[in-house]
């Protein structure tokens, strides 16, 4: 009923820039909060950013001044652009979706299948 389908992902340099999209499609009533994780080899899925369903925002640390993370209701998509990227950004980048199916309907979680970012030289 909900799918959330990530894109944009590839190969980088270091300082470089990426945008990454993840776009929700199916039947639903709307959508909250939408969130980008992360997870490195032999790591833990780490929220990267968030982004509630008034805008506003929240960065992890690491990536503050460097993503910025926004959304398109019109478009149920939620985008993050990654600048300057670093080495350390490599990951597998997953989309969080917090959906509302119907109007009186609890909210689930629901996860994209995950983009792959490298940054190397």
């Known amino acids: 009923q909900v799918q959330l389908v990530e894109s944009g992902g590839g190969l980088v340099q270091p300082g470089g820039s990426l945008r990454l999209s993840c776009a929700a499609s199916?039947?639903?009533?709307?959508?909250?909060?939408m969130a980008w994780y992360r997870q490195a080899p032999g790591k833990q899925r780490e929220l990267v950013a968030s982004?509630?369903?008034?805008?506003?925002?929240d960065y992890r640390d690491s990536v503050k001044g460097r993503f910025t993370i926004s959304r398109d209701n019109a478009k149920n998509t939620v985008y993050l652009q990654m600048n300057n990227l670093k080495p350390e950004d490599t990951a597998v980048y997953y989309c969080?979706?917090?959906?509302?199916?119907?109007?009186?309907?609890?909210?689930?979680?629901?996860w994209g299948q995950g983009t792959q970012v490298t940054v190397s030289s």
């Open positions: 199916g039947s639903f009533w709307n959508i909250n909060a």
């Open positions: 969080n979706a917090a959906v509302k199916v119907r109007t009186w309907s609890a909210v689930n979680i629901y």
């Open positions: 982004i509630s369903i008034g805008d506003s925002t």
